[in-house]
């Protein structure tokens, strides 16, 4: 539903020619909107995920984006070599690692 002819009636301002104004306000509107409610949260996540990301160390237990549990055997500067088995091992990339292991179990024991 358009809401823009419904202002523009509404409005004594755009019989004088300042329905410009009004679109260009309306616009500005919707784009503050979409980056306190789109935006900025998603950063806000990305950070959070960077942050424990670059905290993971040897020994820690995490999950792959692919749902592959193990626990970190080496961190290198852009992967982690993970044992999966005893005597497995894979190398994956940082950024497909989304959870450390013990994190998921203290939010799964607190709800």
Known sequence: MNLFPLL?????????????WTMLLMLLLIVVVFYF???RPQQKRQKELQKSRSAM??????ITAGG????IREVREKEFLLEISDGVRILVDKSSVYANAGDVAADTEKK
């Open 8 to 20: 523009q009636a509404a409005s004594p301002a755009t019989q004088n020619g300042g329905s410009n």
């Open 37 to 39: 409610f789109m935006i």
């Open 57 to 62: 160390k040897s020994g820690d237990k995490v």
């Open 68 to 71: 592959i549990h193990g626990r």
